[in-house]
């Protein structure tokens, strides 16, 4: 009877699943898929890795490879996240989608196999446990997401270290890591259990993977992942870094005490100090203890002891969305291994509710986060049994010596940023991001996100009107005293056009033709002529002819000086750019900088006497200022964030740009700064 109920329910589960997710996945575009197969198609071409983490530069080349408006980004994957998808570029788009779907479907029965094995239970019985756990399951299939593939990977390692094929556990766990950074710290596990062979094994893995990556993005790509990104993804600060639907400690502690004018703007407590001790503290404490609490040998533990680790990343992690609780089936079938029927209703009843979404309601309590430590504790308890008091010491000193030294740092950068300095501008709550202002006449044009799309904003006289257009709107110029007409970037249909609005008129019309793919436009102060860059070229046109400019390298950006003969503009190859000035009237160019950083968005004050650009350093974007008269630049933002896109205001005394500090890796706001002659 029980039998036949099982596969009662196992049927009507499979045969929602196929109809309600599946073939929707089939069917429909959604992020995240897109973001894998364009990074993919970058990958084959040799882009530059850079480039990937650009998030508006990347948002354009997905529509180029076939996604239309679909957003997307690759923060913060790491550089070979993308290797799987390899083998789809050369399928369409939507059929690569099917075809990983199709891939996916055996990935999670094989996945069920190994892990019931694991478990020693029957494999519908577990499929039944997949299937209650339905949002994780539907929303990796419903955006083509990766975790069906890493669970598949995870369960692949698990059963050989538990079969004893130590080796090939670690390689696999080594390729995971790579792919995906989470089981990174299972270094340490394998060190402390002295489990050598395991250990060798990942460490083979992962050292010929990142081989593989230095020879396919070369050695400047990497550390740029290394020093950009990677830091911003340990600390949470990627995509929302308040939002409740991540739901992790990080997310939570940040909520509660560092504010920020859009996305959080009254915290419960505004103490930023008490998130710069209590997040290292925390995180750091729990892994130190839990591995503490581990016995070293190898034990008839193990399975438990792999569950209790696995456990704990899930509770420090800085990113926990519904489609990674997927993964906890791995450490669940190692804890129903020789669980009793009370103990699996438990594990089973905890899993069902971290996978299901939280009620509006609750969503402010973060109650994951708590979900995630009753698990913790259910399954750590009897380890703290373990502990010994003189490691136990010795490990709370060293955890609040780090703790200290990494507020103290955090704390010093947190009060140089623009939120803790300057006045945000065009603020507006729960606005995702703000970016590349234009100035003029009184009113600012900026890019901005609404509703999965990007479009432009106007703010003016503390008004906010919406720009929306038949395509993502990017990068708006506007000439000097007019305000309009409005010149912008539309990506639309595979491709960029430049364009120009007249918001009096309502009247849209393309500049150029789809077949230049004009970028980053730029109109001049009298509005007559536009330049733009068409791959990598620097172009201009007026007068109904487009030309090209002689200039060094490849060109990324260009900017107008205000009496209309000369332009700034940025260009050489990705990482070491640098701004120069090209003469109309003689033809001629010349550098308007020192080799320092990667250079980019060069800005002339309307009074022609000061430029300002964007220097990426040691990974870090900042808002440099140099005074064209004569003298050194200097450095005008601070902190341990973007700062870029300057636009000078008509006084010249004063400074806009965008800045991601307290806000996700690349989703900026808008703040102004005062320059003082």
């Not at 913060?76 to 083998?87: G, I, R, S």
């Not at 060109?555 to 990705?574: E, Q, Y």
Request: one cysteine or more; proline letters at 7%; a positive charge.
């Amino acid at each position: 009877m029980l039998r036949s109920v099982l596969w009662i329910a196992l049927s009507a589960f499979a045969l929602f699943f196929g109809n309600h997710t599946l073939r929707r996945g089939l069917t429909e575009v959604h992020t995240d898929f897109p973001n894998y197969y364009t990074a993919a198609t970058l990958a084959r071409r040799h882009v530059p890795l850079e480039r990937y983490y650009d998030t508006r530069w990347f948002q354009r080349q997905m529509n180029y490879v076939g996604w239309g408006m679909q957003l997307g980004g690759y923060v913060p994957h790491t550089p070979l996240t993308m290797v799987p998808m390899l083998p789809l570029v050369p399928l369409p788009p939507m059929v690569a989608k099917q075809a990983w779907l199709i891939l996916n479907v055996g990935l999670l029965l094989a996945s069920v196999l190994l892990l019931a094995r694991i478990a020693r239970i029957p494999p519908p019985g577990l499929l039944l446990l997949v299937f209650l756990g339905y949002t994780a399951l539907h929303t990796n299939f419903l955006l083509g997401q990766y975790y069906i593939f890493l669970l598949f990977l995870l369960a692949l390692a698990v059963w050989s270290l538990i079969r004893g094929k130590g080796v090939t556990g670690g390689v696999v766990m080594g390729l995971a890591c790579m792919l995906k950074p989470y089981t990174a710290p299972f270094i340490v596990y394998f060190a402390w259990k002295r489990q050598w062979r395991p250990l060798a094994g990942m460490a083979m893995s992962c050292a010929g993977l990142a081989i593989l990556s230095l020879a396919w993005f070369g050695w400047q790509g990497n550390v740029y992942f290394i020093q950009s990104v990677l830091p911003r993804a340990m600390e949470g600060t990627i995509l929302d870094p308040y939002n409740a639907g991540i739901g992790t400690l990080t997310q939570l502690l940040r909520h509660t005490f560092v504010p920020e004018a859009e996305l959080n703007p009254h915290p419960l407590l505004e103490a930023p100090l008490a998130f710069f001790l209590l997040r290292p503290f925390l995180v750091l404490g729990i892994f130190v203890l839990t591995v503490l609490a581990l016995p070293r040998e190898t034990s008839p533990s193990e399975r438990r002891d792999l569950s209790l680790f696995f456990i704990c990343l899930f509770v420090i992690t800085p990113y926990l969305a519904s489609y990674v609780m997927v993964l906890l089936l791995v450490p669940l079938a190692l804890l129903l291994s020789d669980a009793g029927w009370l103990r699996t209703a438990l594990l089973a009843t905890l899993y069902v509710l971290l996978c299901a979404p939280p009620r509006p309601s609750w969503a402010a309590v973060y109650p994951r986060v708590w979900l995630i430590a009753l698990l913790y504790v259910v399954v750590a308890g009897p380890y703290w049994r373990n502990l010994k008091w003189r490691p136990t010491v010795a490990a709370f000193v060293i955890v609040c010596s780090l703790t200290v030294a990494d507020a103290y740092r955090h704390e010093g950068a947190y009060w140089k940023e623009p939120p803790a300095r300057l006045h945000s501008v065009a603020t507006e709550t729960a606005a995702i991001y703000s970016s590349n202002p234009a100035v003029s006449n009184g009113s600012i044009v900026y890019e901005t996100i609404v509703d999965d799309r990007y479009s432009l904003k106007r703010f003016v006289n503390g008004r906010i009107d919406l720009l929306r257009f038949d395509g993502l709107a990017f990068h708006p110029s506007l000439p000097i005293g007019s305000g309009s007409p409005v010149l912008f970037e539309l990506v639309a249909r595979q491709h960029s056009h430049v364009m120009s609005f007249d918001a009096s008129s309502n009247r849209l019309s393309a500049i150029t033709p789809a077949a230049w793919d004009g970028v980053n436009p730029a109109v001049s102060p009298d509005g007559r002529t536009v330049a733009f860059i068409s791959r990598d070229t620097l172009m201009i046109k007026g007068d109904g002819e487009i030309r090209s400019l002689p200039v060094p390298g490849p060109a990324t950006d260009v900017a107008w000086f205000p009496h209309g003969t000369r332009l700034a503009f940025s260009a050489g190859r990705d990482g070491t750019r640098r701004i120069f000035s090209f003469d109309l009237l003689s033809g001629s160019y010349r550098s308007l900088t020192k080799t320092f950083g990667d250079q980019r968005e060069p800005a002339i004050s309307p009074d022609g006497g000061r430029l300002a650009f964007t220097a990426t350093i040691a990974g870090v974007k900042q808002i440099w200022v140099q005074d064209l008269r004569g003298g050194e630049p200097w450095q005008l933002t601070d902190g341990e964030c973007n700062n870029f896109s300057p636009a000078w205001q008509s006084d010249s005394t004063h400074l806009l740009f965008a800045s991601d500090c307290r806000r996700g890796l690349g989703l900026p706001s808008l703040y102004r700064a005062g320059i003082d002659y």
